[in-house]
Structure formats: C-alpha cells, structure tokens
C-alpha cells in the first residue's frame, strides 16, 4: 500500500496543514509520497522532500497549476491515482474542492474529515456537529480521504530525505480561469496555524466594542482573532475570523472565548483546543462544557483586567 498526499502550498513553501496530512497517511501503512502541483514549484518540491515520513515527492509543473485550480489539480491525481490505495487531502477549502472531483472520476465513495485512522481502510470522523463519532470502513480499493487536520498531530517538516521526481503535466482543461484573489493582509498569526486565539461572540455588542476589547488582549498575547458566526453575522468582525463547523477549524495551545454562548456550530470548530478559556456571564452557556478555565464574569470588566496582569 502506498499513500498519495496532495500538498497544499504557495509555490515557494508547504502550508502547515500538509504536515497534518501527511501525518495521517503515515498511519495508514505503507509509503507516503506527495504531490507539488504547481508553477515554479522547484522550492515547494524541496520542501516537501524534507518532511519526515516522505519517501517520494512528484513534482508536475505548469502554469495551469500556480493558483490551484481544483480542475487542474484534480486532473493531475488522476493521471497517477492508479499507483495509490489512499489519497489524501487537508480538509480545508482548497482539498474539499479537489478531493469530490478525484472520487467522482474514480467512481468511489469518498471518506470525509477523518480525525483518526483505526485500519488501512477504517476511520472515524465527527458527525452531527461533532456531537457523535462515526467508524467507518472504505470498501473501495483506492480510499479517497479529507484529513481533519486538528486530528493528526503534524509531521516534522525536517528531518527527511525523499527523492523528487518530476512528473508531466496534465494539459489545463480550459474550463475554469483565475481571475484574481483579495487576500486580507494582517500582521496577526494565521487563524488555523495560531497558538494562541482570542475570539468575541454576540454579547459585545458592536463592531467598534469588539475592536476595544477584543483587540488589545490579542496583541497582549500575540494572538490571532477569531469571532463566533453569531459575531461574523451581526457584522462585529470580518468572515475569515469566524470559527466553527461553517467558518475556521481550530486547535491552537490556547483559546479564549470571550462572550461566547458556546452553540454546536461553534464548539464544533474549537474543542479540540489544547487549553479552553471561557468567559461569560451566563452560568448556564454551553461554552463552560468543554472549557478547562471558566470565569463566570461581565466579559467588559473581566477582559480589561486580564489585559492588566498578562
């Protein structure tokens, strides 16, 4: 057996969640090798040759591949998906819209957001918000997996020694174009890679609250912000802060919850979290369930005095 990892990355490095991926294909026995799609991808190619637990990286280049596109990207694992009993994707917005594609061409049942690999061809994966965990076993010989990267803990991104073979390149199908990104930029920790994450909910207020007492504890700790949906909604912070089941999953060291009732949604996207911190007025939230610290608290009096003594 001999897994296929599909690298998320810029070109020039490997994004964190490929480590995660990686991790979790190791445990599915055998080989792991990993595919750079991309366009002058030669420094993202060498970097994946230095992930532990790699033994092969195939590097196809083309510039049909530099914004990954989920046509192309998918055409290019298909063209080697033979040689693969598992394939494997992060479970985020770029493997989620590869990963369908590969499975439909393939005509198998795809195994979606495992966090934890029990055989070669079962998993578990959280279902009904996390609320339940289900087992389930791929029938299919090849398994085409999305990886809950909160669930694996990273491979080293040192330390090994694969060999980079250069594959052609699938010709660009011409069904799909980029036309251009509106990246927001920010000196802040990316949200899914953050050790520490402070996030506001519905009961501050407003977006200019959230911005007063949010954002001065988060430079304090050198934090990335997140919101819950209910925030996100009421316009107090911006979409790509949100966490949950529909926004960012997360699993930092440290994440304080600050005015956050603590709904399924939410939970879903942050009990993985080393250490939960939770602050809130009502005794009763459903955030002090899965909180390690819990400050029954005015969330505009407690804040500002932490700010104090961090």
């Not at 002090?288 to 400050?295: E, H, Q, T």
Request: glycine share 10%; charged share 15%; net charge negative.
């Amino acid at each position: 057996m001999t897994a296929l990892v599909i690298a998320e990355h810029n070109n020039a490095s490997i994004k964190g969640a490929t480590l995660n991926t990686v991790a979790a294909a190791a445990q599915c026995g055998g080989e792991v090798h990993v595919l750079i799609a991309g366009h002058n991808a030669g420094a993202a190619a060498a970097a994946a040759a230095q992930i532990a637990g790699v033994s092969k990286v195939i590097h196809a280049d083309a510039p049909g591949f530099e914004h990954g596109l989920a046509e192309n990207v998918a055409a290019q694992v298909l063209t080697i998906a033979a040689n693969y009993s598992h394939i494997l994707f992060p479970a985020t917005a770029s493997g989620k819209n590869v990963a369908p594609r590969v499975a439909a061409a393939l005509d198998v049942a795809q195994l979606s957001d495992i966090t934890k690999v029990i055989a070669a061809d079962t998993f578990e994966r959280p279902i009904y918000a996390g609320n339940a965990i289900a087992t389930v076993q791929g029938l299919d010989a090849t398994h085409v997996i999305t990886v809950r990267t909160t669930g694996f803990d990273p491979a080293a991104a040192t330390g090994g020694s694969a060999t980079v073979e250069t594959a052609a390149a699938a010709a660009d199908d011409g069904k799909s174009k980029f036309m251009g990104s509106e990246i927001a930029k920010s000196d802040r920790p990316e949200l899914t890679a953050a050790k520490i994450i402070v996030s506001g909910g519905r009961a501050l207020g407003s977006a200019e609250k959230f911005n007063e007492v949010m954002t001065p504890l988060a430079d304090k700790l050198g934090a990335a912000l997140g919101a819950s949906r209910a925030a996100v909604d009421a316009g107090y912070a911006p979409n790509d802060w949100q966490v949950g089941q529909t926004g960012k999953i997360v699993a930092p060291q440290l994440y304080i919850a600050a005015g956050i009732s603590g709904a399924i949604q939410h939970l879903a996207g942050m009990k993985d979290s080393k250490v939960i911190v939770a602050i809130n007025k009502d005794p009763e939230a459903p955030i002090f369930s899965v909180a390690d610290y819990g400050l029954e608290a005015d969330l505009f009096v407690a804040v500002p005095e932490l700010i104090k003594v961090v």
